[in-house]
Every structure is written in C-alpha cells, then in structure tokens.
C-alpha cells in the first residue's frame, strides 16, 4: 500500500488549498480513508474521515473542510477553506481499517499559513 500526498503549500491566512493523496496497492473504493496533522511539538491530530457511513470531522476542520474521494481516480482529497495559522503542520493521508483504527500512513504535505 502507498500513499502519496501532494497539494501543500504556504499561503495566506483566509486563503484555501486543496490536498491530494493517491492511493495504489489496496482496493481504494473498500476502505475508508482519512486525513490527520500533526504541528511542530504537538501531537497527531484527527481531521476528517470518509466512510461507508458518512463523513466525520475534527472540531478544528468543521465548517472549513471538505473531505472527499474520487474511486475512479484512487485518489482522496482535502479541500480547506478559510485558512488559520494553527492549520499550519504536516497532513497526513491514512487508509481505515475495519476496527475503525488507521494502518497505513503516507509520508505527509506541509501546510504553512502565514499571518
């Protein structure tokens, strides 16, 4: 399984970016997928997650992200508006598994937002 983020960058507070991860080695349409970040110092934090049963959000993703998933593609996306600089760390892409824990992990895009 390899995951492959892509679609960081710096850009200004109340701005958007949009970030990619594809997916390759696994049944992309099966498993749910997820996004986590981590800031420099801090611990790993939950984002948004697809699954069979919806789409779930981290209080800090709410009503700013969009999680959502191309099957045709294998390709998992992260659309963030509103931009704050406490979005700023590294984004990670990761696959779910069927005890709603996540195995695999790709190596993460930066995420700068200047204020």
């Known amino acids: 399984v390899q995951l492959v983020e892509s679609g960081g960058g710096l850009v200004q507070a109340g701005g958007s970016l949009r970030l990619s991860c594809a997916a390759s080695?696994?049944?992309?349409?099966?498993?749910?997928m997820g996004w986590f970040r981590q800031a420099p110092g801090q611990e790993r934090e939950f984002v948004a997650a697809?699954?069979?049963?919806?789409?779930y959000y981290g209080d800090s993703a709410k009503g700013r992200f969009t999680i959502s998933r191309d099957n045709a593609k294998n390709t998992l996306y992260l659309q963030m508006n509103m931009l704050k600089p406490e979005d700023t760390a590294l984004y990670y892409c990761?696959?779910?598994?069927?005890?709603?824990?996540?195995?695999?992990w790709g190596q993460g895009t930066l995420v700068t937002v200047s204020s």
């Open positions: 990761t696959r779910g598994t069927w005890a709603s824990t996540y195995d695999y």
């Open positions: 080695g696994l049944t992309f349409s099966s498993y749910a």
């Open positions: 697809i699954k069979w049963s919806g789409v």
